[in-house]
């Protein structure tokens, strides 16, 4: 079964930098674009980066483009979001994304937080 599991979260300075992991397995990975998104309480599910199957085309919300890069390892079945220049309106759920056979998968989420 298509499972994906994010870690990499955790409690950084304004300003700072993270990078996010997500591992996927259960699927053929390279054949499908992934996704970043974000959730903050009581908000909608926001897209933060997507990611071409191949890695080739990216692209990225226009609140964290210039500050985040989204990368993948079809080696290691792995997608990345890597977070630089932090700001504390980034605190919020990052959940790893893979749309297939038109269902959306999703991990369990990690949660970020921006504060001084």
């Known amino acids: 079964q298509v499972q994906l599991v994010e870690s990499g979260g955790g409690l950084v300075q304004p300003g700072g930098s993270l990078t996010l992991s997500c591992a996927a397995s259960?699927?053929?990975?390279?054949?499908?674009?992934m996704r970043w998104y974000r959730q903050v309480p009581g908000k909608e599910r926001e897209l933060v980066a997507r990611?071409?199957?191949?890695?080739?085309?990216?692209n990225y919300a226009d609140s964290v483009k210039g500050r985040f890069t989204i990368s993948r390892d079809n080696a290691k079945n792995t997608v990345y979001l890597r977070m630089n220049s932090l700001k504390p309106e980034d605190t919020a759920v990052y959940y790893c994304n893979a749309y297939i056979s038109s269902y959306n998968y999703w991990g369990q989420g990690t949660q970020v937080t921006v504060s001084s």
């Open positions: 259960g699927f053929t990975f390279s054949s499908y674009a």
């Open positions: 990611i071409s199957s191949a890695g080739t085309i990216t």
